[in-house]
């Protein structure tokens, strides 16, 4: 089964930190761009991070210098490292597999951060 499954949301306090993990299954992962987005309520989806099959990194500019992408090919695995958390941080973070026009999408992990 093709598959992208996010685990590590949570609640936490506002300058705590929480590292997000997404695991593939039935795909070459290698040879996906991965990504993290995320949706707060009411809002649009929106890019937090990517990074390509070459591990080329891109940042939103809200979480630069405090949020790491990384992949480890070897466990099939994407992380998203996210310091010094703020309460507009507090989405379903989502994380995506990319093969040029192809989308693969993981149901969500709830990340809330309180004040």
């Known amino acids: 089964q093709v598959q992208v499954v996010e685990s590590g949301g949570g609640l936490v306090q506002a300058g705590g930190s929480l590292r997000l993990s997404c695991t593939a299954s039935?795909?070459?992962?290698?040879?996906?761009?991965m990504g993290w987005y995320r949706q707060a309520a009411g809002e649009q989806r929106e890019l937090v991070a990517q990074i390509t099959s070459s591990g080329s990194t891109n940042y939103a500019d809200s979480v630069k210098g405090r949020f790491t992408i990384s992949r480890d090919n070897g466990k099939n695995t994407v992380y998203l490292q996210m310091n010094s958390l703020k309460p507009e941080d507090t989405a379903v973070y989502y994380c995506n597999a990319r093969l040029f026009r192809y989308d693969l999408w993981g149901q969500g992990t709830q990340v809330t951060v309180s004040s």
């Open positions: 039935g795909l070459t992962f290698t040879s996906y761009g």
